[in-house]
């Protein structure tokens, strides 16, 4: 404790000292942070600023009464650097450093009245400098163990102070960060909750390369930015400070002086957490959610999703019920979707988003999952509560452009720094956002590890890469002079092919029983082949052309249909050069492109007809099935994300109620089938696991073909889409005595969905009568816009 008022601790007898050539300040050697004994051995006493020798008394304790001497003035170019927050280290200016004749300690405090020392032993008021600065030099041996009273006006408050701390950044982070290959990359950079040192608080760091200097501000300092400058750290563009007191659900930004020394302030590029827009500060956020997944997390990886039923709900879940939590969406969603039985979820983009009406497709807060709906641990909840109930989760990631918002990421330190430095390479031309720079080590590696994070973090099961396309192509939406050529002369944007490996093969090496899978809507070569051949390593991608062709086929009449039936048979010509999903998006329910039973023709019977011959249809056909919320039960109208599906049409009080919940139990009778067929999904990727009947029946606008499963064993799926009844239909099938009897298994004309209710008996004996070059046949009746499933009896 300090001595009483009046009080003197003896001085010992002055001891000589060695002249110094130093500074009048600290210096170098007690400008390293180091603390203790060997900081203080470290430093000679140096001349007084009028160069006479000075003598280092010894240690003393000081006392209230006597108080510090006034310490060595700053350097004026490093206080103006330190106080315009353009400096680079400033834990060498504050905090406390040995000095000739004590230790130096200076503290800054922007609004502070006065700022006292305080410790065990230890209570010295330091002098006021101005500009928020105070400091003082005790004729201390070593640096103490110390903490700030800091008076304002109307307060008084005792704080650690940030500017003792070594750096919270070990030299292997700043390694893998200056190489690009930290694939944990959130462990090192953003806001980390922590106890450094023995003191609890937060560390932030920031890669900001470009910035002249740093520093982190928000609700714990007023929002004052002064208060908090950050320093360098190594080589790589790291800046760092720990903030003892700083606790979970803090507010902050970076305040980023550019090279030209102007200031901007952004949010954290790998912010956990962010404020619920239009608000956009980001968060300070741990995790602590107990997982209770890990049964599920060690199986999900015991079958590909290649050879594995997969039938896919894309929903957005801010609209799939309106106004419900990530809590209250998981006492909801995983029931609802086992009782369809999907087999997993697609959710649209979870990552935080300013703009609602870009449904997460442009992304801000890359590392965030939105606040709309609750925390980061919240959303750990409702995926935990889905895969209870057995339902993979895929989210759909968007590393193919982020918006130009002041705030975020564009020229984030002054400079373009996640977008290219040729503003027209930069430029995305469809959407007014900027693209990133794949060529830059430290970018991909950010997108990379936001991946892994993804999966590792929030143990999702699989990522869906929004917009390939526009990443593969040099040229994409970009007219003559308007792209310039790789180095080889060519259209590929070869830094975007070798991201997209990295980040397949860094997913697949870390991540067993994640699957990858392309929006990729053109004909490149490979998406789903392994990158050790060259291909981009995806495990399963969008088959675009094969949506386009047969919603095009079912917007005709039935009469035009044969002039158009080559759209349904073509999607077998390439349907094993890559893993395909089979899509009914989001994207083709908007945008006047109607719902998809608004898109067939005819009246509301036969509107419902064929959408339930093509989702039986679809089903069948090789290629995982993905749809979208509101299509499994007919619903009519386009989606809106700010009323999501119209719910009420399944109310038994809506007359046509019966209608919608037709379909949806064809649905939920579709995915138990196909669940229940390994025919139907088990090779999927391999040409013997599927053969024509009939393919060329345009006239009657008929389609047969038989999916068969790893031992053989086949499933007989024939849709008809024409309007009438077809008595006696001739179909070729195996022999006989390979298969005696088939029964029906699946009719989308039953009366329970809303058919007509036409069915064959049970069960189907062939003829001996051979057809479709087959040996024997069947004679089967074909419901009216239908599709019927047969097995072996």
Request: glycine fraction near 10%; include cysteine; aromatic fraction near 10%.
């Amino acid at each position: 404790m300090a001595p009483p008022q009046g009080e003197q601790v003896p001085e010992p007898a002055p001891e000589p000292v060695t002249p110094a050539t130093a500074e009048p300040d600290a210096p170098p050697a007690a400008r390293s942070g180091r603390s203790g004994r060997s900081a203080a051995r470290a430093t000679r006493p140096a001349a007084d600023p009028g160069g006479a020798p000075a003598r280092a008394p010894r240690a003393r304790r000081p006392s209230a009464a006597r108080g510090p001497r006034p310490a060595p003035a700053l350097d004026p170019g490093e206080r103006a650097r330190l106080l315009a927050g353009a400096h680079h280290d400033p834990h060498a200016l504050l905090g406390a450093h040995a000095y000739r004749g004590g230790v130096v300690f200076r503290a800054l405090r922007p609004y502070a009245r006065a700022v006292t020392l305080v410790g065990k032993g230890l209570r010295a008021p330091l002098h006021d400098e101005g500009d928020g600065i105070f400091s003082g030099l005790l004729p201390l041996a070593e640096v103490p163990s110390y903490r700030l009273l800091v008076t304002y006006e109307s307060d008084e408050v005792e704080v650690e102070d940030p500017y003792r701390f070594l750096p919270a950044l070990g030299e292997l982070d700043l390694h893998l960060i200056g190489e690009g290959r930290h694939e944990q990359l959130w462990k090192a950079l953003g806001a980390q909750p922590m106890v450094h040192q023995g003191v609890a608080g937060t560390r932030f760091t920031l890669w900001a390369p470009n910035a002249l200097g740093v520093r982190v501000t928000g609700d714990f300092s007023y929002w004052d930015p002064r208060a908090a400058p950050m320093r360098s750290l190594g080589g790589c563009g790291v800046w760092e400070v720990f903030l003892p007191g700083v606790a979970e659900g803090a507010l902050y930004k970076f305040d980023v002086t550019r090279p030209d020394g102007s200031h901007t302030l952004r949010a954290d590029p790998m912010a956990r957490r962010a404020e619920v827009p239009p608000a956009n500060a980001s968060i300070v956020a741990g995790a602590h959610h107990v997982w209770t997944d890990d049964a599920w997390m060690a199986a999900r990886g015991d079958r590909p999703p290649h050879t594995a039923p997969f039938s896919v709900y894309e929903l957005h879940l801010a609209s799939w019920r309106p106004g419900l939590s990530y809590r209250q969406l998981a006492e909801q969603l995983p029931v609802y979707v086992k009782e369809l039985g999907f087999t997993h979820v697609e959710l649209m983009p979870v990552a935080e988003h300013p703009f609602g009406g870009s449904w997460g497709y442009q992304v801000t807060g890359f590392y965030a999952p939105t606040s709309r709906m609750g925390t980061p641990d919240d959303f750990r909840f409702l995926v935990d509560a889905l895969h209870r109930a057995g339902i993979g989760v895929i989210v759909d990631w968007v590393p193919a452009h982020f918006p130009r918002d002041e705030w975020a990421l564009a020229e984030f330190d002054g400079r373009p720094l996640y977008e290219p430095q040729d503003p027209q390479r930069a430029a995305h031309p469809d959407w007014g956002t900027l693209e990133f720079d794949y060529g830059r080590k430290e970018v991909r590696n950010f997108l990379v590890a936001n991946a892994v994070y993804w999966c590792e973090e929030f143990h999702v099961d699989g990522i869906r890469v929004d917009a390939v396309a526009s990443m593969l192509y040099l040229d994409y939406s970009r007219g003559e002079g308007q792209w310039t050529p790789n180095a080889h002369g060519g259209r590929e944007n070869l830094d975007a092919v070798a991201f997209l490996q990295e980040m397949n093969a860094t997913v697949y090496r870390r991540c067993p029983g994640v699957v990858t899978i392309a929006e990729e809507s053109t004909a490149w070569e490979g998406v789903t082949s392994p990158t050790d051949t060259g291909g981009l390593g995806f495990g399963l991608k969008w088959n675009m052309g094969w949506m386009h062709d047969t919603l095009r086929y079912l917007s005709k009449e039935p009469v035009h249909r044969k002039y158009h039936h080559h759209d349904m048979t073509f999607g077998m010509v390439y349907a094993y050069s890559e893993n395909y999903v089979l899509p009914i998006s989001h994207d083709e329910v908007v945008h006047g492109k109607k719902a998809l039973v608004s898109k067939m023709p005819g009246d509301w019977w036969q509107q419902r007809a064929t959408h339930r011959a093509y989702l039986g249809f679809m089903w069948s056909h090789p290629g995982k099935q993905l749809l979208f919320m509101g299509q499994e039960f007919a619903q009519g109208a386009e989606w809106s994300e700010t009323y999501g599906p119209d719910w009420w049409l399944l109310d038994t009080s809506y007359a046509a109620a019966a209608d919608h919940r037709g379909v949806r139990e064809l649905v939920g009778d579709l995915n138990r089938a196909y669940a229940a067929a390994p025919a139907l999904w088990e090779r999927d990727c391999e040409p013997e696991g599927f053969a024509w009947v009939v393919g060329d029946a345009a006239e009657e606008n008929v389609f047969a073909f038989l999916r068969y499963d790893g031992a053989g064993r086949p499933l007989l799926s024939v849709s008809n889409f024409s309007p009438v009844v077809r008595h006696g239909f001739r179909l070729g099938v195996p022999d006989a005595d390979e298969v005696p009897a088939w029964s029906e298994v699946l009719n989308t004309d039953d009366a329970r969905y809303g058919g007509s209710g036409v069915r064959n008996p049970a069960p189907v004996k062939p003829d001996a009568e051979p057809a479709h070059g087959r040996p024997t046949s069947l004679r089967l009746t074909l419901p009216p816009l239908s599709t019927l499933w047969f097995r072996p009896a």
